[in-house]
């Protein structure tokens, strides 16, 4: 019987592409409701990592779990629990705000009456309803970035994937989005996020680092900056890097 309070399970998940080995036997556990940030620089496998998991590529070996299902056979049930942004924010440029919601309202199966009351009360919640109607390759980044994350929680997943979210996005728009990040978490998502950001790091709750491929390292942000004698966690990064 799966551990309801286990959101997510790896044990030595690998996943190959023919001689190269992406995801090198990776095992982790995070809990429901926590900020887990899967850190690592580009091309280290986090995408690769995450794909797995979402259930939209299948493991060369190892098992895993998520929101209590197995990535192997039940893979569909783990696409009706959980949410996910990409690093291109996954929005429709040529769909105005409203019609982005509506349109995502039916691809997560709501009812009509759920997407007519979800998207008033996104509108009003991200303060969009003087552009509500607007085509959203309009809007400034920042306001893009917001609205693909509140659409990705509009089903009430257990689970919210975040695939590098604050990319290309200035410091004080990457804290505001962190803001709504803890607002999902306390209200019980857990939120499983990649970036290459060592300073988002302080911002969650454990984080793992991955180097070509494998998990260095995992804990607190606080347990790693002990464990190796730094300062912040761009120097732990560095140190993991210089030792590979």
């Not at 091309?43 to 797995?52: R, V």
């Not at 919601?101 to 009456?113: D, E």
Request: net charge positive; hydrophobic share 40%.
């Amino acid at each position: 019987m799966p551990d309801p309070q286990i959101a997510i399970k790896t044990d030595g998940l690998t996943k190959e592409f023919g001689s190269f080995t992406a995801v090198n036997a990776i095992t982790f556990e995070v809990h429901r409701g926590e900020i887990f940030g899967f850190l690592g620089a580009n091309g280290a496998g986090k995408t690769t990592a995450m794909k797995m998991l979402n259930g939209l590529l299948k493991p060369t070996r190892g098992r895993a779990t998520v929101a209590g299902f197995d990535v192997y056979r039940e893979s569909e049930q783990i696409k009706k629990r959980i949410g996910y942004m990409s690093q291109k924010f996954s929005l429709y440029e040529d769909l105005t705000v409203r019609e982005n919601i509506r349109f995502y309202g039916g691809i997560y199966g709501l009812s009509r009456k759920a997407i007519r009351e979800k998207t008033a009360a996104l509108v009003e919640r991200l303060h969009m309803e003087e552009v509500k109607d607007t085509l959203v390759k309009s809007l400034p980044l920042g306001w893009k970035q917001k609205l693909s994350f509140s659409i990705a929680l509009l089903h009430d997943p257990a689970i919210v994937f975040l695939d590098e979210p604050t990319g290309g996005v200035d410091p004080v728009t990457r804290r505001q989005f962190w803001n709504l990040i803890y607002d999902a978490a306390e209200r019980g998502v857990t939120v499983f996020v990649t970036t290459h950001y060592m300073d988002e790091a302080e911002y969650c709750g454990r984080i793992s680092i991955m180097v070509d491929g494998r998990i260095e390292a995992l804990g607190t942000p606080g347990e790693l900056k002990a464990r190796f004698g730094a300062a912040n966690m761009d120097e732990v990064f560095l140190k993991l890097a210089r030792n590979k």
